[in-house]
């Protein structure tokens, strides 16, 4: 079965500073990982995914991502954090083997709230 | 842009009601999802559907059913609600398996 582990349940840094907020997956074959961000009383946003390919990633609002197939990770980073960053984030994964032999939905983490501190 | 759009922001039902909660997509996808979303606990699976007329069981599908008549919709029914069923439901679709999913605004069930 697929996972995800979010092992931080809060992430507080220093507006300017680098951040990263940590995932780490477990699955049967190849993953799909995505990261999604949600602000208060709002659904979820896609940021960024890792299909294939390079394994840095970039995506919105100056987030990347690095895929670290031997660590099973995919931490999400930022060089200079924002006031406005602060926000709930989510780690997600689908089974690609799954989704060849079946149909497979998104598995989510329980979520990382950053704070940034101005 | 896609839209996903949920019938309502918020709810509240009385325990034993039978509650219908609407979801439209408007881009086609073949995928739709339901989750519900606690604090502690991240976002749950309940059901999802690829196709019209299909549905499979997420990880807590109990008290919960739903209904894919048409490509574009997918409802959530509380069959009895209850107390334990309070909590900010999201739905979700997308096109294929390498795609991101597009949420709704959620919608946050008070069950009284």
């Known amino acids: 079965a697929q996972s995800v582990a979010q092992p931080e349940d809060q992430v507080n840094v220093a507006e300017g500073n680098p951040l990263t907020v940590k995932c780490t997956y477990s699955v049967s074959g190849n993953p799909y990982l995505f990261w999604y961000v949600q602000y208060p009383n709002r659904g979820l946003q896609f940021l960024l995914k890792?299909?294939?390919?390079?394994?840095l990633v970039k995506g919105s609002y100056g987030f990347e991502a690095e895929f670290n197939k031997s660590q099973t990770s995919f931490h999400l980073k930022k060089p200079s954090a924002l006031v406005s960053d602060s926000a709930l984030y989510f780690c997600?994964?689908?089974?690609?083997?799954?989704?060849?032999?079946?149909?497979?939905?998104?598995?989510f983490g329980k979520g990382t709230r950053l704070s940034v501190i101005a | 842009d896609v839209k996903v759009t949920q019938s309502s922001r918020y709810l509240v039902k009385r325990t034993g009601e039978k509650v219908f909660l609407e979801c439209v997509q408007d881009?086609?996808?073949?995928?739709m999802f339901w989750y519900r979303q606690d604090p502690g606990l991240g976002l749950r699976l309940i059901y999802f559907?690829?196709?019209?007329?299909?549905?499979e069981k997420g990880d807590i599908p109990e008290g919960y059913s739903v209904s894919r008549e048409k490509k574009e919709r997918f409802s959530l029914i509380l069959e009895s609600a209850s107390t334990n069923q309070t909590s900010m439901y999201l739905c979700?679709?997308?096109?294929?398996?390498?795609?991101?999913?597009?949420f709704g605004q959620g919608t946050r069930l008070t069950v009284v």
């Open positions: 881009m086609d996808h073949e995928n």
């Open positions: 997600a994964v689908r089974d690609i083997l799954g989704y060849f032999t079946g149909n497979t939905p998104l598995v």
């Open positions: 979700a679709s997308s096109l294929s398996g390498q795609s991101e999913a597009f």
């Open positions: 559907s690829y196709d019209v007329k299909m549905k």
């Open positions: 890792y299909i294939t390919g390079d394994n």
